[in-house]
């Protein structure tokens, strides 16, 4: 089946020690969507990708960093990790603009854990 | 700014009763109305969306309800189950940019 599949499920990491949560997707999909989602909250948008197009939202902090090498991969950098970064991240697709639903699909989430 | 806002916070049903869900938006570039069902652990899953050309949509149990003059949607869920139980998110999105915008969440709860 088509999906979006996140990677690892469960991430522990260290105070200031680099993490990189992974995303895939096989819906050929051309926007790709990094959330951050903590306890009884809505989901953040972090920043999104349409095709190579890179969006950051303002409030981002720079300790948050993506990349997408191709269609079906992007990942979430965090390059120093501080407790209030635990949180579950969650990765989402759609086709954008292309698509007058513009439906949007979300992967398990990554439960990230920062000691 | 929150660009859609939800209520309420938390609701308690019994089985067979009907939970409403609001929203509101203010900016009217908004033309998609999907609403995401959450149990805990998981991701949200898309459970019904609606354009605004449209007052109301129905899919099994569920049924959006929308007021363009007024900017507000609402999710009912007919004959809850306890397996209802989850948080539901609204959000909306326009055809002139990619990013959804979500509301807070309801935590749904149905007693059995």
């Known amino acids: 089946d088509a999906m979006v599949i996140q990677n690892p499920r469960y991430q522990v990491t260290q105070f200031g020690k680099p993490v990189t949560l992974s995303c895939s997707q096989t819906?050929?999909?051309?926007?790709m969507y990094w959330y951050q989602q903590k306890s009884s909250q809505a989901p953040k948008l972090l920043f999104h990708?349409?095709?190579?197009?890179?969006?950051n939202e303002a409030d981002t902090p720079d300790n948050f960093q993506s990349r997408r090498p191709n269609t079906s991969f992007c990942f979430l950098d965090i390059r120093s990790p501080g407790l209030g970064d635990a949180a579950m991240y969650l990765c989402a697709t759609s086709r954008g603009l292309a698509d007058p639903y513009n439906e949007q699909f979300f992967g398990p989430g990554t439960r990230l854990t920062v000691l | 700014q929150q660009q859609v806002k939800q209520s309420p916070q938390s609701l308690i049903v019994q089985k067979g009763g009907i939970p409403i869900i609001n929203c509101a938006y203010e900016n009217t570039a908004f033309d998609y109305f999907p609403w995401y069902q959450q149990f805990p652990g998981k991701g949200p899953a898309l459970l019904i969306a609606i354009r605004p050309d449209v007052s109301e949509k129905k899919e099994g149990r569920f049924t959006i309800s929308f007021n363009k003059s007024a900017k507000q949607f609402s999710l009912h869920i007919m004959d809850s189950q306890p397996g209802d139980s989850a948080t539901y998110f609204c959000a909306a999105t326009s055809n002139t940019g990619n990013q959804f915008y979500f509301g807070t969440g309801t935590s749904l709860t149905v007693i059995p």
């Open positions: 990708y349409y095709d190579k197009d890179f969006n």
């Open positions: 819906l050929n999909h051309n926007v």
